[in-house]
């Protein structure tokens, strides 16, 4: 979980269209290791697989984090923070449930696939709709380094 934010420090340096990219991205990396880890045909590979795929978990967790930090205000942040954590561990505890019911049903390989491949099409989708709002704040990043526009006349 470490690595992974170390590898997308220079995406994260561009501001939060990076953010959101690399959140994408992450999300991507992460479904296509665990795929991989679905179809491993030995124990050492998939245990690769998964260390690799937590790259991107890591990352991605790392990312909302910081992108909460960037976007909220500081007087709203304790709360939004709790609540982040709040959904955070709602998810988790469904997902893991609904993994296990799914995994005693149809295997564990099939059920790590179908979970892997959701993990792709979000992270493609979440580029998709993210894409204009990525557009946007690349153009404000790019308007407030040229000293066109002053930060404290953006939205």
Known sequence: ???????????????IHGVLLACGLAAIGYGTMYLGVALAPYLIVAAIGVALAHMGGGAQWALTTYGLQLLTPDALRGRIFAADFALVTLAMSLSLGFAGLLGGIIGPS???????????????????????LRADAEAEAAAVSAGSVRVAELP
Not at 6 to 11: A, E, K, P, T
Not at 115 to 129: C, D, E, K, P, R
């Open 110 to 132: 099939l059920t790590i696939g179908i979970i892997a491949i959701v993990s792709v099409v979000w992270g493609s989708v979440f580029l998709v709709i993210t894409r204009n």
């Open 1 to 15: 979980m470490l690595v992974g934010p170390l590898l997308i420090r220079r995406l994260v340096a561009r501001g």
